[in-house]
């Protein structure tokens, strides 16, 4: 990668001094010796904060087996999601206030806090508890360190930088539930947790020693307010979206009133504050921002619209094992972590636009493939759609990220990467609930006795026991709800395309200059 210093580079110091707030050294490794190696370190926090939810996935039936309350299963993973997507807002503001050191290493402290007590649980609830301190150090971790590397590399750079950082993705979705596998069958479910520590202890060193901040004296306010109204908005839309389905009607109401009042007075509060946790200038003044936000979010509805369900096609559908569906969901992580490092080539070359552009034809061409792929066409073909769709999100996913950084100056990168961020995660939530409900909604229709059935098409012994004409008729109740399914999925990814389009014509990295 280049070390040369560039205008860019030297902006965020430059704003700094203006603002006498906190300053980061430029990207010239002549001055920053360890700028690798804080690399290193961020792709090593990522890689922790990644490969938690895949491995404990895997991992999880046998720590229910153990501790027992499976009626609690689906808490584990949903009160991880609530603290780590409503604190990621917060965290970003904050490292604008303080700098990214100390925010960081806040989550990391937070995140192996939660993981060694995770070990230690003796039931479903402290273990949730424990997991509900994992997720707010998650929150600090992920968009933290994609502002460190925003900070120190320019903005030619940091699309070779962002593929680095999605091929841990994708190198944590192959490695994480073999890993998990590995350590049940041969050490404890606890070490699936504390493997955690010594990643996180590293990676916090690394960044002390390399990462060379420095803060002029200035007094700070803290918008406390902002930040619980914050809290209450986004964790009451997604708890709404994540359980709204086992909640009553009359509950449901309650937390979807108690989000929008909050968020009514959220806006209310944060026009008139001197500080704002949410600053609203950054999507008012800024295009890039706005449509990159709204395009992270979108793509990553479509994403896991599509990869949520996938196993459960190849399975029940196709009558295929696991491993071929996880070999299928594979080819996605396989070519998003090239088309992340491939693209960023292509945008330094050309524009945003056009890159984004790229994915997003490619989000389309991908869902068009498997909306319709019969379960006859087989699993090469699914596979296909799984690779087009990898292609489309290491496009978008780069382009979105690295523009909208390079739009801002230093003391609001915190803020604008953690808050696209933030819409991705919400992305995510809405495609995983909003295709599952679609999927529910025809097997309803259609079939509504089918549900034990349809568990049983998922085991290949169970399977084989059906008698032939009642597994033809649930493979076309699982086949038709899963397109039906996919179908949103493809509508979220016209609107990735849309906002693509959107992306001012001629920007690039070589001449996009922030908004001040």
């Known amino acids: ?27 010239d490794e002549a001055r920053v010796p360890g700028r690798s190696l804080v690399l290193a ?27 027992g309350g499976f009626d609690l299963f689906s808490w584990v993973f949903t009160i991880f999601l609530l603290t780590q997507a409503v604190s990621i807002p917060i965290y970003g503001r904050l490292a604008d206030m303080f700098g990214r050191k100390k925010v960081f290493f806040a989550g990391v402290a937070l995140f192996i806090t939660g993981a060694i007590l995770c070990g230690f649980a003796w039931g479903m609830v402290p273990l949730i508890c424990f ?32 593929g680095l950082v999605s091929s841990v993705f994708g190198v944590s979705a192959v490695v994480g539930p073999s890993l998990g596998v590995f350590l049940i069958q041969h050490v404890s479910w606890s070490v699936v947790f504390w493997i955690h520590v010594p990643i996180g202890l590293t990676a916090a060193a690394m960044v002390a020693a390399f990462l060379h901040e420095t803060a002029e004296p200035r007094r700070r306010s803290i918008d406390w307010i902002g930040a619980l109204l914050m809290l209450v908005t986004a964790g009451g839309l997604i708890l709404a979206l994540v359980q709204g389905g086992g909640f009553t009607p009359v509950m449901l109401g309650l937390v979807l009133t108690i989000s929008a009042g909050a968020g009514i007075w959220l806006a209310l509060h944060e026009s008139t504050t001197r500080e704002p946790m949410l600053p609203f200038e950054l999507w008012r003044h800024n295009r890039v921002i706005v449509v ?3 395009g992270s979010c979108a793509s990553g509805a479509m994403m896991m619209g599509i990869s949520a369900y996938l196993p459960a096609y190849v399975q029940g559908a196709m009558g295929l094992s696991a491993f071929t569906g996880g070999i299928v969901l594979g080819a996605m992580s396989v070519s998003w972590a090239a088309a ?20 997003g034809v490619s989000l389309v061409a991908g869902c068009l493939i498997l909306i319709l792929a019969p379960p006859a066409a087989g699993a090469i073909f699914t596979a296909l759609g799984s690779f087009i769709v990898g292609i489309g999100m290491g496009f978008c996913t780069n382009v979105f990220i690295v523009s909208i950084q390079a739009s801002v100056p230093w003391h609001q990168r915190g803020a ?14 809405i495609g995983v609930s909003g295709c599952g409900a679609v999927l529910n909604a025809t097997i309803l229709q259609m079939d509504p006795g089918a549900g034990r059935a349809l568990d049983r098409m998922l085991n290949p012994v169970s399977r084989a026991a059906l008698p032939p004409p009642e597994v033809a008729h649930l493979t076309d109740v699982i086949t038709s709800g899963l397109h039906n399914a996919w179908l949103l999925a493809g509508l979220f990814s016209l609107l990735a395309l849309l906002f693509a389009c959107l992306m001012p014509a001629r920007l690039s990295p070589s001449n996009h200059a922030p908004h001040t």
């Open 1 to 27: 990668m280049p070390d040369d210093v560039t205008e860019a580079a030297r902006e965020p110091r430059a704003e700094a001094v203006q603002r006498h707030t906190i300053v980061v050294l430029p990207s």
């Open 41 to 67: 370190a961020c792709l090593m926090a990522t890689f922790m904060a990644a490969i938690e939810s895949t491995i404990v996935a895997t991992t999880l039936p046998t720590i229910v087996s153990d501790l």
């Open 131 to 162: 997991r509900a301190i994992e997720g707010l150090g998650a929150g600090a971790v992920q968009p933290i360190a994609a502002t460190i590397l925003g900070d120190i590399y320019t903005p030619t750079e940091r699309g070779h930088v962002q």
């Open 292 to 294: 990159g936000s709204l």
């Open 340 to 359: 992340s490092i491939f693209g960023a080539r292509i945008v330094a070359r050309t524009t945003y636009r056009l890159g984004a552009i790229m994915g």
């Open 416 to 429: 604008a990467t953690s808050s696209t961020m933030f819409l991705r995660f919400l992305g995510q939530v």
